[in-house]
Each structure stands twice: as C-alpha cells, then as structure tokens.
C-alpha cells in the first residue's frame, strides 16, 4: 500500500524472517507432501529447538532493532516464541498478528480488521 510508504519503505525499516527458517513437508493420507509447520509435531520442535535458537541470534547479529518483534501467527508460533523469548530475552516486546492464510481463509469479510490491526502495530 503505496500511501503507508510502498515496499522500499516497509523493508527500509522492517526486517522479516521466520521462527524456523526451513521449509518443512510431511507426507500426508493420500501420499503427497504437504506443507508442515515446526510447531505441529513436538519431536521436531524438539529437534529443532537449538538450530531455532542459533537462526534467531543469527539475525540479531545482523544488527536488527529487538526492541519489538512482530511474531506473524497469533496462535502456536506466538506461544513458541514467547517461550524462547522468556529463556532468552531476544526481544523486549512480542507483539502478536494473525497470518494473513488465516485471515483470507477463515476471516476474509473482516480482513479490513485485522488489516487495520497491521497498521496499528506497525505505525506505532
């Protein structure tokens, strides 16, 4: 949205990345691989847990502001990474925002909600 400061603007003073920078796929019932998140399954959280870590302090060793971090997933990756948080300290604020497939696919008539919700966090 070009009146909010456009692309160049936002990624000038946004950095964004994942909790688990990997691309995880699981096959499913029907024997095709599908999409799976870090979170879903405890023995890869689990598995994952220390090369989570090392990712996060890679990026802040980029020299990234952790005075807010906006955790994109309100649900389970907001409370995984409030627990790393609270062992760590990586940031001093986790501000939560509901993934954008959540809201087109369960939330779509009120994405002008949760988009104003986005505005909000970030502009302030």
Wanted: aromatic letters at 16%; a positive charge; glycine letters at 6%.
């Amino acid at each position: 949205m070009k009146e909010y400061g456009g692309c160049k603007k936002f990624y000038t003073d946004f950095y964004m990345n994942f909790v688990c920078p990997l691309g995880i796929v699981r096959i499913n019932a029907k024997g095709n691989e599908v999409n799976c998140n870090y979170y879903e399954n405890k023995k890869l959280q689990e598995t994952l847990y220390s090369f989570i870590i090392s990712a996060i302090r890679s990026q802040i060793n980029f020299g990234i502001d952790t005075s807010v971090c906006y955790c994109i997933g309100s649900g389970e990756n907001y409370a995984f990474l409030s627990k790393v948080n609270s062992e760590y300290n990586f940031f001093n604020t986790i501000i939560p925002l509901e993934h954008p497939r959540f809201i087109m696919q369960y939330n779509s008539k009120r994405k002008d909600v949760f988009m104003e919700k986005y505005i909000n966090a970030l502009c302030s």
